[in-house]
């Protein structure tokens, strides 16, 4: 890895050089825009088509730990957005400790993304040949609240009525709610790594005030990767919810 | 010293190869594996194009040659639904996008805005590596059973029914997408923030416009098709149902996600060849281009409006007469923009001091030929027309008058263009200008013809077709024979140019533009000193650098009273 | 990129406005709008987005090129989805209500 502040050969000042990098990740973010948005329009076909299946889909999800995650990641955010000011006041301990709170709380959302999936593959709602959008109310868990199961297929049975082919169409709401979170989390997982390089060169003592350029940069990273999240949150987990 | 083998012999007489340039830096393989000098890259783009061409280019002969008889005589039904997909891809995706931009682009950007490199070196470098892995999908899907579905993988075909090797190249593709976004990131950036003191945009050249134009499409159009061609392999391999009617899903859906992107790729394909023209034009006519700014904005515009026209391929999919109605007249639209072009090129060589050299007949051979191709196609945007030419021979026809006829004359004008200052030598100019003579009469005989058929209702796509359109298709290969032979020679010379070729110096045109001020070959870092730009683009009339240039090259006659 | 240096009590106070906005979104969500629960929805993840593009990715205190940037790429994700439902919204059969999915075995 190159020192701090170091001058790459092909620009003339270190000036020249931040403002490449700075514009060159806002160019790579805009391009992430679009890679989301061609699923953005696959989704909003889709729920255009089929709201009753989103909404049913949508309803298996668990509020509760969606939510836990967004508070996770907005905070995280924060904490991303600290320790770019603290690397631009020189307060290396500070910035080591920023980066290493975002790092745990970006790898808590995705713990917490695993127990979502988890529960999703449990109750045969990947899509695939197993798919099977009544399969909890037809074999309940012992575990499960019956009240809660009987809500459940009251809902289901009302649904299917709307919609007789519920489970085709539901699996298209799942195969985006795996397509989207999916690439997310991938996202996430690129972002981590890349804190994990960021608390290494922080301990290193590599960031100053005039050269804290991979902070902001990867931290613009991060931000866009809970945007990303602001937008899924509502749109997947919050569809019929006063149902 | 070289035998002088041009008709500029003057300058063979004057300059020498210099010593050390971006050639002889380093030697050996890692040497080039593991370079950041965007010169060289673009050399390395070179070859895999150039490689990616001939792939391409064999699967269009064995088309031709099985299209020679109405039943066909060449291969199955099933194998002539692979060669004209495979055909597309090839060309599409691994030789038209990359080459103008990663071939030409590469090299002369960081020259012509007086730059070291690119902002990025390594990753121009990992763009090169990204094509070839996505390169290497792709063929591995060519040898494992091919491609059926066309170069538009249709939903539900590509992602249900087809039983050929889809899922390898669409990963390939979506590979390949990241090397163009890449690029254009890269072109981007160094526009913005790389330009040497007193280069103002629009002291520019045109080139470097059209290369930021094409920019902002590889930049925000790529990503669109990257994420549905994924979408693709996956509903494959997990039986998804997005384009799957059979599950809920719309093929349509798919349509809009790829013309999104692949109708702005046609013009990733032609502008950054109408960049290369702007520079032609006012360097064989010895005059400032005319209308600059309306040129640069032109490039501009193109890029944009080229974004809203996607739908006029969806014309016959049910669209209501609403949607087509807007989207022909955005298609409408974007025909201005290239029309001022042409008028301006045509402005710029009026009272102009016309030298036919080769990139020059490139150059006047692309405007023809770009002419009756961008026509056709607003023949083909015009609804009631489209209605009986679409998926005929007439699209055929449109789109290789514009790729072939446009974007690789001006590839191949450009190659010829900058071929001095890439290798430090001239090619054979006579034997140069018989072959663009070729080029450009086989491919008339190939593709006009084609015009003809699909207006009689000739089908594209198909393996046979009525007996009375051979005359036509047998004219068309026949055309296709000596259309080869215009593409096989300039490899020859060019090559053979590299040893046997007259030493060019540093602006044997004589041409403006910052990379003529250089060495040829350039010293790896493009300029000893970082140059200071003080003179407006193109300006033939008085740049006093220049006269010298002129005299050397012949252009002008020396001075009556001994030298200075 | 910016020299501008973002005090940490602007982070903190923009922090507490994304929590307030993603509580109200989901209270929205429990409150039957009809069509507009999904326009209320995309509003307020607007608003969080913009509070975290303008404040946390420094966009407020950056140069021009990256506003042309950031408003490009909203631009042209807008133009897909208006152009590609424009065809949609215009055309006479709905595809959904036409097609019955084939029981696949």
Known sequence: ?243 | MDRPTSTRSATAAVYKIPQEHYLNSAYGIRSWLLTTDHKRIALLYLFSVTFFFFVGGIFATMIRIHLMTPQGFLVTPETYNKLFTMHGVAMIFFFLIPSIPAVLGNFLVPLMIGAKDLAFPKINLLSWYIYVIGGCFVLYSFSTGGLDTGWTFYTPLSSVYSNSSVTPAVLGIFINGFSSILTGLNFVVTIHTMRAPGMTWFRLPLFVWAQYATSIIFILGTPVIAITLLLVGLERMFHLGFFNPALGGDPILFQHLFWFYSHPAVYIMILPAMGVISEIIPTFARKPIFGYSFIAGSSIAIAVIGFFVWAHHMFLTGESVYAALAFSFLSYLVAIPSAVKVFNWTSTLYKGSISWDTPMLYALGFIGLFLIGGLTGLFLACLGLDIHIHDTYFVVAHFHYIMVGGAVMGYLGGIHFWWPKITGRLYPEFLARVSAIILFSGFNLTFFPQFILGYLGMPRRYHSYPPEFQDLNVMSTAGASILALGYLLPMMYLVWSLKYGAVAGPNPWPSTGLEWKTDSPPPTENFLVTPEVTWEPYDFETRPDLELDHIVAGKLPAPAHGDD | ?105
């Open chain 3, 1 to 105: 990129m910016s020299e501008h240096i973002v005090s940490p009590k602007v982070y903190v106070g923009i922090f507490l406005s994304l929590m307030v906005l993603t509580a109200a979104t989901v209270a929205a969500a429990y409150v039957n709008l009809g069509p507009f629960n999904i326009v209320i929805a995309l509003a307020i993840a607007s608003v969080k987005a913009t509070l975290v593009v303008l404040y946390f990715m420094h966009a407020r205190y950056s140069p021009k090129r990256t506003h042309m940037v950031i408003i490009a790429a909203v631009f042209w994700l807008a133009v897909m989805l208006a152009l590609t439902l424009s065809d949609y919204v215009t055309r006479d059969r709905d595809m959904a209500a036409d097609t019955q999915v084939t029981k696949v075995s």
């Open chain 1, 1 to 243: 890895m190159h020192r701090t502040g170091e001058l790459y050969g092909q620009f003339e000042t270190l000036e020249q050089q931040k403002e490449s990098a700075a514009l060159g990740m806002w160019v790579f973010l805009s391009t992430e825009v679009l890679f989301f948005g061609g699923l953005f329009m696959t989704y909003t076909l889709n729920r255009h088509y089929y709201p009753v299946a989103f909404g049913v889909g949508s309803n298996t999800l668990d509020l509760k730990l969606g939510g836990l995650n967004t508070v996770i990641l907005i905070l995280s955010s924060l904490t991303m957005a600290m320790s770019v000011w603290a690397s631009s006041v020189g307060k290396r301990k500070q910035t080591t400790a920023f980066l290493a709170a975002t790092l745990a709380l970006g790898s808590a959302f995705l713990g917490v993304k695993v127990i979502e999936y988890k529960q999703k593959f449990d109750h045969h709602l990947v899509p695939g040949y197993h798919f099977q959008i009544d399969y909890r109310v037809q074999h309940p868990a012992p575990n499960d609240d019956p009240k809660e199961i009987e809500a459940e297929k009251e809902e289901l049975s009302k649904a299917f009525a709307e919609d007789p082919d519920l489970n085709a169409h539901a699996q298209l709401y799942f195969s985006l709610y795996f397509g989207m979170t999916g690439l997310h989390a991938l996202h996430m997982i690129v972002g981590a790594g890349m804190l994990v390089w960021l608390i290494r060169q922080s301990m290193l003592g590599r960031f100053t005030p005039t050269y804290n350029t991979p902070v902001e940069m990867i931290g613009l990273y991060w931000h866009f990767v809970d945007i990303v999240w602001i937008y899924l949150f509502p749109l997947l987990y919050l569809i019929d919810r006063h149902r």
